[in-house]
């Protein structure tokens, strides 16, 4: 009797395509990377879209679907990723705005540390 090898046979080319699609998931943020640095909700959406795309084409390469596995997955993670790194960027401004005000408070408490300093001198003088 010869061995069934069919189920061994239709896996390679499933676990082939899954790593492709994995490959290019993660080479798409490399691409993203040409310009400008990216903001936290643009990393949050690559990291995402590269998180979903490859957890996507693992599950869709047991289910013989690995290429819409990977689309799926990567769709939702990029929206995902995006609202993630949406908030965390807001996160950032309120802080950097939080911490402007505080600078600017202590240099008004500054000023008028020295112009008391200056009126006490000033009595001290008369």
Do not use: H, W
């Not at 994995?22 to 998180?51: D, F």
């Not at 013989?64 to 908030?87: C, D, K, S, T, W």
């Not at 402007?100 to 008391?116: A, C, G």
Request: net charge positive.
């Amino acid at each position: 009797m010869r061995p069934d090898n069919t189920i061994g046979q239709n896996a390679r080319p499933r676990m082939r395509i899954a790593s492709a699609a994995i490959l290019v998931a993660c080479a798409l943020p490399l691409n993203a990377c040409s310009g400008q640095p990216l903001s936290t909700r643009e990393k949050g959406a690559a990291y995402g879209a590269v998180g979903g795309a490859a957890t996507g084409a693992i599950i869709g390469a047991f289910t013989g679907n690995p290429g819409a596995g990977a689309a799926i997955g990567g769709g939702l993670g990029l929206l995902g990723g995006a609202l993630v790194g949406n908030a965390m960027q807001n996160r950032e401004t309120e802080q950097a705005q939080t911490q402007s005000q505080i600078q600017q408070q202590q240099q008004e408490i500054q000023r008028q540390q020295y112009e008391i300093q200056a009126l006490k001198n000033q009595q001290a003088g008369q």
